[in-house]
């Protein structure tokens, strides 16, 4: 039994192109998402064509236009993925459930009494299960916690817990240390060290 092939990393990269530049710009014909992106009409035809058959982008009402065949923009069904975003305090576990233009369709918030990272890790888990069930796949989850850095590398206070001072995944003076990953990985895309928060591996596990 043949083993399929995966997906070519140069057709998913253009593909997420395309999503991306609709998300930011709109509806958009395939004359000017070819034009923007560098692509042949065939090219983009091949790209856009799964993503139609899969729900992710419509072809809206055909626009005329003084000359020439009206043009049929392609948009971007928001309802075809859905993420959540996490924001722990010292006291409380805030959740969201966004689209994909990042409209909010649920939130939730529950106390939390314990900073231990099994009880951390469980109480994220089971807010975002039970948040995310309606709708269906999470395509990804973001843990937010709040700090300050006087050097915008280095986390040197949290309300969090009082663990030791941890490098900062942003560039900013103040905000938030984030831990973000698909629920399909075990890997975070950031990873600060500290002692405190719930390991990815160990949530993941629960979602």
Same mark, same amino acid.
């Given at each position: 039994?043949?083993?399929?092939?995966?997906?070519?990393?140069?057709?998913? @990269?253009?593909?997420?192109?395309?999503?991306?530049? +609709?998300?930011?710009?709109?509806?958009? *014909?395939? !004359? $000017?998402?070819?034009e923007r992106l560098g692509l042949? =009409?065939? *090219?983009?035809?091949?790209?856009?064509?799964?993503?139609?058959?899969?729900?992710?982008?419509? $072809? =809206?009402?055909?626009?005329?236009?003084?000359?020439?065949?009206?043009?049929?923009?392609?948009?971007?069904?928001?309802? *075809?993925?859905?993420?959540?975003? !996490?924001?722990?305090?010292?006291?409380?576990?805030?959740?969201?459930?966004?689209?994909?233009?990042?409209? !909010?369709?649920?939130? $939730? $918030?529950?106390?939390?009494?314990?900073?231990?990272?099994?009880?951390?890790?469980?109480?994220?888990?089971?807010?975002?299960?039970?948040? @995310?069930?309606?709708? @269906?796949? +999470?395509? @990804? !989850?973001? +843990?937010?916690?709040? =700090?300050?850095?006087?050097?915008?590398?280095?986390?040197?206070?949290?309300?969090?817990?009082?663990?030791?001072?941890?490098? *900062?995944?942003?560039?900013?003076?103040? =905000?938030?240390?984030?831990?973000?990953?698909?629920?399909?990985?075990?890997?975070?895309?950031?990873?600060?060290?500290?002692?405190?928060?719930?390991?990815?591996?160990?949530?993941?596990?629960?979602?």
């Amino acid at each position: 039994m043949s083993t399929p092939a995966a997906p070519d990393s140069t057709v998913v @990269g253009s593909a997420a192109r395309v999503m991306l530049e +609709i998300l930011i710009h709109g509806p958009l *014909s395939r !004359v $000017e998402l070819a034009e923007r992106l560098g692509l042949s =009409g065939p *090219s983009l035809t091949r790209l856009t064509k799964p993503l139609i058959a899969e729900g992710r982008l419509f $072809e =809206g009402a055909p626009q005329a236009r003084p000359a020439g065949r009206p043009l049929q923009p392609l948009d971007l069904d928001p309802a *075809s993925e859905h993420f959540a975003g !996490v924001k722990l305090t010292a006291d409380t576990v805030y959740a969201v459930i966004t689209d994909l233009r990042g409209a !909010v369709r649920a939130e $939730e $918030e529950q106390p939390l009494t314990d900073h231990a990272p099994d009880v951390v890790a469980d109480a994220v888990a089971a807010l975002v299960r039970g948040l @995310g069930a309606p709708f @269906g796949r +999470i395509s @990804g !989850v973001g +843990i937010s916690l709040g =700090g300050n850095s006087a050097d915008g590398r280095i986390v040197g206070s949290h309300s969090f817990s009082t663990g030791p001072a941890f490098p *900062s995944p942003t560039s900013s003076n103040s =905000g938030s240390a984030c831990r973000s990953w698909s629920p399909t990985t075990s890997t975070p895309s950031r990873r600060p060290s500290t002692g405190s928060a719930p390991a990815a591996g160990s949530t993941l596990s629960r979602l």
